[in-house]
């Protein structure tokens, strides 16, 4: 169902208050026992880009939830592609089912991991999600942290008049998965450890071709439309 930006404003701005009642504040004093008057800034911003960044100067941890990630995560087509469509599906989460309720909630999650991450000193560049992560992320789910944001979601939603639609997504044909993608877009594909970023060349069928940077013409893959994601934050 599509949404209006304006709700996805709205939505986002929920997100940011529910990462911080919910992830931040129980935890905020553990972590300022390691690093004394960090914060954390919670903002949404106007592209799909959605990240934690630790900003060493303020002693700031800054998370951005993208309005256009909002906005394609209410569209099955669009949401499949993301990495947290594939967490939620491959580790079970909220029992593996993708709906933008869990999506959104996860993204919560997700992104709180990564300043868990950061604070534990498991941040290292070129290894985002490493194992590191995906120990905080799995349990962020399994100690309950991330219904409890779901629910938030829902009541703080709820209390503004607004939904978050949270039916189960029909698993979407190749087709759907690759209208959102173009020739000349920069994507990711791959899994840990092998993962490669490139840049889509041509559109086929069910699958595109995806130049990634290697000598100077480059290697060829043609990449089921399932496994494209946006690059790497
Ligand atoms: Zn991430």
Same mark, same amino acid.
């Given at each position: 169902?599509?949404?209006?930006t304006a709700?996805a404003?709205?939505l986002?701005?929920i997100m940011?208050?529910? +990462?911080?009642?919910?992830? @931040?504040y129980?935890?905020?004093?553990?972590?300022?026992?390691?690093r004394?008057?960090? &914060?954390?800034q919670c903002r949404v $911003?106007s592209?799909?880009a959605?990240?934690?960044?630790?900003?060493?100067g303020?002693?700031q941890?800054?998370?951005?939830? *993208?309005?256009r990630?909002?906005l394609?995560k209410?569209?099955?087509?669009?949401? &499949?592609? @993301?990495?947290?469509?594939?967490?939620? +599906?491959d580790?079970?989460?909220?029992? $593996?089912?993708?709906? +933008?309720?869990?999506?959104l909630a996860? +993204?919560c999650c997700?992104?709180?991991?990564?300043?868990l991450?950061?604070?534990?000193? %498991? /941040?290292?560049r070129g290894?985002v999600?490493n194992?590191?992560f995906y120990?905080i992320?799995?349990?962020?789910? =399994?100690?309950g942290?991330?219904?409890t944001?779901?629910?938030?979601?829902?009541?703080?939603? $709820?209390?503004q008049?607004?939904?978050?639609?949270?039916?189960p997504?029909?698993?979407?044909?190749?087709?759907?998965?690759l209208a =959102?993608?173009?020739v000349?877009d920069?994507v990711?594909?791959g899994t =840990? $450890?092998?993962?490669? %970023?490139?840049?889509?060349? =041509?559109i086929?069928?069910k699958?595109?071709?995806?130049r990634? #940077?290697? *000598?100077w013409q480059?290697?060829?893959? /043609?990449?089921p439309a399932?496994?494209?994601? #946006?690059?790497?934050?």
């Amino acid at each position: 169902m599509p949404v209006s930006t304006a709700r996805a404003r709205a939505l986002g701005k929920i997100m940011c208050a529910v +990462t911080a009642s919910t992830l @931040w504040y129980p935890v905020a004093g553990d972590i300022r026992d390691r690093r004394p008057g960090a &914060v954390l800034q919670c903002r949404v $911003g106007s592209g799909q880009a959605t990240y934690h960044r630790f900003d060493e100067g303020q002693n700031q941890h800054r998370i951005t939830f *993208g309005l256009r990630m909002i906005l394609a995560k209410h569209q099955p087509g669009s949401a &499949v592609g @993301w990495l947290s469509s594939r967490e939620i +599906t491959d580790r079970g989460y909220f029992d $593996g089912q993708l709906s +933008t309720l869990n999506l959104l909630a996860h +993204t919560c999650c997700h992104e709180f991991a990564h300043l868990l991450q950061h604070a534990a000193g %498991q /941040r290292r560049r070129g290894s985002v999600h490493n194992r590191h992560f995906y120990a905080i992320l799995d349990r962020l789910h =399994r100690q309950g942290q991330a219904r409890t944001v779901r629910d938030e979601l829902v009541r703080q939603a $709820g209390s503004q008049g607004l939904s978050i639609p949270d039916q189960p997504f029909d698993p979407a044909s190749a087709t759907d998965l690759l209208a =959102r993608w173009h020739v000349g877009d920069r994507v990711a594909f791959g899994t =840990r $450890g092998a993962r490669r %970023q490139g840049v889509i060349e =041509r559109i086929n069928r069910k699958t595109a071709t995806v130049r990634v #940077p290697d *000598g100077w013409q480059g290697l060829r893959y /043609r990449v089921p439309a399932s496994l494209l994601n #946006p690059p790497d934050a």
